[in-house]
């Protein structure tokens, strides 16, 4: 930590914009961070999801699939914020 009682008035607020960017660059990455975690608990879930049907709810699923004609990835329809 910087001796902020020698800074002048330029100083400090020349300090306050330098930890104010770096609190925003902070906030963006964690903003990502957040967004990974999100997606793979989501994955995790989803995997778990389907090791629990049975024989014939997994058919019943993949018939569903095939009669809405399959189902499209994330990057194939463009989500925004997908960037696979």
């Known amino acids: 930590m910087k001796n902020l009682t020698n800074m002048t ?3 400090l607020e020349k300090e306050i914009h330098t ?3 770096k609190r925003s660059a902070i906030r963006e990455e ?5 967004a990974e975690l999100d997606k793979r608990l989501a994955e995790q879930g ?3 999801a389907l090791e629990r049907l ?3 709810e997994r058919r019943a699923l993949l018939q569903m699939i095939e009669e ?3 189902v499209e ?5 463009g989500v925004p914020g997908d960037a696979r």
């Open 19 to 21: 930890l104010d960017e």
């Open 54 to 56: 049975s024989d014939g």
């Open 9 to 11: 008035v330029e100083q």
């Open 30 to 34: 964690m903003r990502q961070v957040h």
């Open 46 to 48: 989803a995997a778990a």
């Open 73 to 77: 990835s994330l990057a194939a329809v």
């Open 68 to 70: 809405a004609g399959g």
